[in-house]
């Protein structure tokens, strides 16, 4: 069964960069479509983005598009979300998560499979 992990968290300045890592264990990630998903105090956990099967990714948050990335790195099934120019809006704990098989989706009930978080602050 697929377990994942997140780390990478931190305090960051606004206009500062962060690399989040998923990391996958217990079985191959290649089957699994991924994806981030974050929640910011106060607010409903909200898809970002996500990579399918294919290696197609998809945005679903348009106040990080050009700013987040999303690259599947199979030989060490991980994932990563590379976030640049943070803003303090962009604060929240951070989650990946997996479905087996099937499209990606931006609905947080579509995945089977969720890691613990990770904590993002953006302060000055």
């Known amino acids: 069964q697929l377990r994942l992990v997140e780390s990478g968290g931190g305090l960051v300045q606004p206009g500062g960069s962060l690399r989040l890592s998923c990391e996958a264990s217990?079985?191959?990630?290649?089957?699994?479509?991924i994806a981030w998903f974050r929640r910011a105090p106060g607010k409903e956990r909200e898809g970002i983005i996500c990579?399918?099967?294919?290696?197609?990714?998809?945005n679903y948050l348009d106040s990080v598009t050009g700013r987040f990335s999303m690259l599947r790195d199979k030989a060490k099934n991980t994932v990563y979300l590379d976030m640049n120019n943070l803003k303090p809006d962009d604060t929240g704990a951070y989650f990946c998560?997996?479905?087996?098989?099937?499209?990606?989706?931006?609905?947080?009930?579509?995945?089977?499979?969720w890691g613990q978080g990770t904590q993002v602050s953006v302060s000055s």
């Open positions: 998560a997996g479905r087996h098989y099937g499209g990606c989706s931006g609905d947080e009930r579509w995945y089977e499979v």
């Open positions: 217990g079985t191959a990630m290649e089957p699994y479509v």
């Open positions: 990579t399918s099967l294919t290696g197609g990714v998809y």
